[in-house]
T-cell receptor, first 114, second 110 residues
Framework: DADVTQTPRNRITKTGKRIMLECSQT?????MYWYRQDPGLGLRLIYY???????NKGEISDGYSVSRQAQAKFSLSLESAIPNQTALYFC?????????????FGPGTRLTVL | GDSVTQMEGPVTLSEEAFLTINCTYT??????LFWYVQYPGEGLQLLLK?????DKGSNKGFEATYRKETTSFHLEKGSVQVSDSAVYFC?????????FGQGTRLTINP
């Protein structure tokens, strides 16, 4: 089984709808991240969490919110989706103490907002 | 702030050709450096990393050397295969998080 899973893998929705993307991990990592990928722009960080009680904004957090329900679960919400949020979304995790460098990515969620 | 610049793609090579993908960075201090690879339809996977100056990361025939003097971490492979076709991302570990380059799409023709 995959260590980092994302649901759904694909989603098509309409402008103004509320959308939740979910991420679960079995790696036992403390740190979790949400990125979006757009062609030619690489990955940009939306939010990150270093433990259940720690949530931080990334470089493009406007229009998004997150919830860290448990150490293993980190959800990303779009309260009112708009077309320029159409992108590929990735969840990632990393360890703790001396092993925080390497991030492990989920397979991604392709979101289309019409 | 921290930033990573990669050579622009797409890059198309023939099988068994030599590969170089350039990566330079701007950062405070001496960050860890990474190359990630994204195969079609998949998430990113760590390819290799280096944590200090002059370190060489290597994996699957790919290599990259951490060059502090030139702030570079170029990816090289001596003989590429069709299965190496993917998007490659250079990244650095800043104070709290990874900063990625824009990615380079590599296509290897048989």
């Amino acid at each position: 089984d995959a260590d980092v899973t994302q649901t759904p893998r694909n989603r098509i929705t309409k402008t103004g709808k509320r959308i939740m993307l979910e991420c679960s991990q079995t790696k036992g990592h403390d740190r979790m991240y949400w990125y979006r990928q757009d062609p030619g722009l690489g990955l940009r960080l939306i939010y990150y969490s270093f433990d259940v009680k720690d949530i931080n904004k990334g470089e493009i957090s406007d229009g998004y919110s997150v919830s860290r329900q448990a150490q293993a679960k980190f959800s990303l919400s779009l309260e009112s989706a708009i077309p320029n949020q159409t992108a590929l979304y990735f969840c990632a995790t990393s360890g703790f103490r001396g092993t925080t460098d390497t991030q492990y990515f989920g397979p991604g969620t392709r979101l289309t907002v019409l | 702030g921290d930033s990573v610049t990669q050579m622009e793609g797409p890059v198309t090579l023939s099988e068994e050709a030599f590969l170089t993908i350039n990566c330079t960075y701007t950062a405070t201090g001496y960050p860890s450096l990474f190359w990630y690879v994204q195969y079609p339809g998949e998430g990113l996977q760590l390819l290799l990393k280096a944590t200090k100056a002059d370190d060489k990361g290597s994996n699957k025939g790919f290599e990259a050397t951490y060059r502090k003097e030139t702030t570079s971490f170029h990816l090289e492979k001596g003989s590429v295969q069709v299965s190496d076709s993917a998007v490659y991302f250079c990244a650095l570990k800043g104070a709290q998080k990874l900063v990625f380059g824009q990615g380079t799409r590599l296509t290897i023709n048989p």
